[in-house]
């Protein structure tokens, strides 16, 4: 079993397609590849160490440029067109840095994938888990899911989306002898519409849950411990805005109000823990004294008030019906790690913050023997920055689960949210390894 998973491994990641990676010299791979476009966008990672942080975001936004990530160490700000890019401060030696070629269209253009031409009868085999998919196709996933197995697979309708989108939960359940209630499992995919691996992910572990447990990566085995439920799409407006319009949308997108010129709420900033009118997302800009709500057209705005988006709102309401829930995972993108909480503190530090860390050091080593790939662990304040409002905040302080996780999936910045999908298939592999540890994990130490 180890040996056809090692063969297994090797034999993915070389077949990972590196074509656009670029290490620092553009300019060369323009001359170099016919298929780079100058219009093209550029992601640089820029390394905040002996550069000041605060520097660099002011550059990125007098250079018109999105900042993808912000970690302790690097930044990483993604140009919309190549030639951005080359006229900015950071293509020059003074700033340590990477850059790969983002395709302009990072949106797949391809023919609609047919429901009859995957065959889900096997994990390992199907051709689902190659592509992203729009939102019609996965709703038809989660209904071939539903259709095959009917008596594990229930769906429930937990309400609309602000642009009036159905938004469906999945129940995954094996039927008992006994009337004893297993406890609970929630995943849910992306919050971010840009994230689209958390989105494809969330479907490779559905399916896995399914599969034969003689197939690898499948985990149809934690059935017998625990039920499962998954918010495949959280932000189904935004998901599809990602495809028909912005690649790199990120809020839900909903009305905000009748005189406001934007649109859309940070999801992730909106649960009713610890929630905040102010979202100090760490750009310079912010009057660090300023008392004024957080501008309705950045990315990070967190609502007028908790739970406003109708999408956060069906969720927290569906997830207070369920009962004994243990384990939560917010999947995300991008930066490889397991977040404990909290978000909106890096001071106060949770009671089962020892057992979180060591279930998440676990889960960070069984992602590794999966497929080699690193991801660090500690609270996503610590990681990250300060943010209330976020959900794993919620999950672990209001809904009562103990072990709660955001998980920031591949990759640490080379492609970010544009990942090939040559990724999705490892990517869901070694997430299936990371639940199975962890729902074990939980098992073993149920008693403490
Ligand atoms: C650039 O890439 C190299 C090799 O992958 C890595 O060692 C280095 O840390 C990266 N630098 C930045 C600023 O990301
Ligand atoms: C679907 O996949 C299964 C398992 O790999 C295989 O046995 C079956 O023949 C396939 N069915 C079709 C219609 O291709
Ligand atoms: C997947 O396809 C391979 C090659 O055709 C076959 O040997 C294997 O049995 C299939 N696996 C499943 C679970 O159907």
Redesign the pocket.
Known sequence: MFLQLLWLSLGLCSSVSYAFAVSSDLQNVFQASNNVDIGDGVLTTISAEGADLEDILNLAEAANADVWRITRSEVDVYFPTAKGFTSSPFDDDAFTHNSTYIPRSARPTRQASDPSSW?L??LA?TTFHSEYHPLDEIEDFVQVMAGMYPDLVQLVNIGHSAEGREMAAMRISKPGTKTKVKPGFVLTGAQHAREWVATSTVLYLTHALVSSSSEAYAMSSLLDLYDFHIIPVPNPDGYVYTWEHDRFWYKNRQIIGPYEKCVGIDMNRNWGHKWKARADFPTATINKKSKTPTDPCTPWYPGHRAFESPEVNNIANYITTLPALKAYLDLRSYGQMVSTPFAYSCKKTAKDAEDQIEAALGAARAIRLAHGTSFTVGSLCSMLYKAPGNVVDWMYAKAGIKYSYAVHLRDTGTYGFSLPPEWIRPVGEETASMVQFLAEFIMLTKCR
Do not use: A, H, Q, R
Request: no cysteine.
């Open positions: 065959n009868t096997s085999n």
